[in-house]
């Protein structure tokens, strides 16, 4: 159950990133408007609260609402990273490190332990993901901007791992849909937080005052993947034992990303950037049989 889950949540997720890395490359130059958006949207999480929400009292609360506000800040060092490199690089630079400290974190505030066939799937879909990111830049300048974009990356990894263990633990806790709304709430006050910096409150405003109609329905139709996504996401932390074996399955995300990314890449070679040579269409094929073995091992186990 929890396998097919995540299939669905990763093929939503590659679309919602590629809509994303477009927005931001030309129409939302600043990531931190379109951080303010999503983190807003959050509210809609609310509409849960007749199917079981209670309260989970004031400290389960407190950590729930942080938890939120790390996700808006993971979303925004994630935003930059995308506004500065390929899409279907930077996310699965953070997809291969990501499970890594989740895993790490899991294991000392969760007790979490991987061994046997899942130890193995692990360290396949790991493997996969680190060879799908991997790839050097061929000038001093792009070199610089992806240089830039890896910390980004970095920062949003560890505030990600961060976010979905504390989900983990407030889920154990009080359950799915009490946690998911808490959390949802805490991300929605977290975007109030952009609002300090002068710059983002103009854009933001800017960006009311004229909306783009040619967008709108793109921007619509990608918060739609995401937050579908990111409600199937949490609903299988909520069900399955291991959260790093959850997080190390994103790989699957990068095979759809990177096949969304050759259909459309053609079409907006200057938006996606993404550049394809036989040695790189070989390392990621490779990379694929990894990330596909990976999960076998899983859905056999």
Do not use: H
Request: glycine share 6%; proline share 3%.
């Amino acid at each position: 159950m929890w396998l097919i889950i995540i299939i669905i949540t990763y093929l939503l997720n590659a679309v919602a990133t590629v809509i994303d890395k477009f927005l931001l490359s030309w129409r939302v130059p600043n990531p931190a408007v379109y951080t303010f958006f999503i983190s807003v949207l959050s509210l809609l999480g609310l509409v849960l609260i007749p199917f079981g929400f209670v309260w989970a009292g004031n400290q389960l609360a407190l950590i729930a609402l942080i938890t939120g506000v790390i996700f808006v800040f993971a979303y925004l060092f994630m935003f930059k990273a995308l506004s500065g490199n390929e899409a279907s690089r930077v996310t699965p630079f953070m997809g291969g490190l990501q499970p890594i400290a989740v895993f790490i974190l899991a294991w000392i505030f969760l007790a979490e332990k991987l061994s046997g066939w899942n130890l193995l799937a692990f360290i396949l879909l790991i493997s996969g993901t680190i060879i799908l990111a991997w790839q050097q830049e061929a000038t001093i300048k792009k070199q610089v901007i992806s240089r830039r974009s890896y910390w980004y990356a970095l920062i949003a990894t560890l505030l990600f791992a961060l976010a979905y263990t504390l989900n983990k633990f407030i889920f154990n806790s009080t359950g799915f849909i009490t946690g998911f709304i808490l959390v949802r709430i805490g991300t929605a006050l977290g975007a109030l937080l952009l609002l300090i910096k002068t710059q983002n409150l103009k854009d933001i405003i800017k960006e009311i005052k004229k909306p783009s109609q040619k967008t709108g329905g793109l921007f619509l139709l990608g918060q739609t993947c995401g937050a579908l996504s990111f409600i199937l996401f949490s609903y299988a932390i909520a069900i399955y034992s291991s959260v790093a074996i959850i997080n190390a399955s994103r790989g699957l995300e990068y095979v759809f990303l990177l096949i969304i990314v050759l259909i459309l890449a053609r079409k907006y070679p200057k938006i996606l950037k993404e550049k394809m040579t036989p040695l790189i269409i070989t390392q990621k094929i490779i990379a694929i049989l990894f990330i596909i073995l990976g999960l076998a091992v899983l859905a056999w186990a």
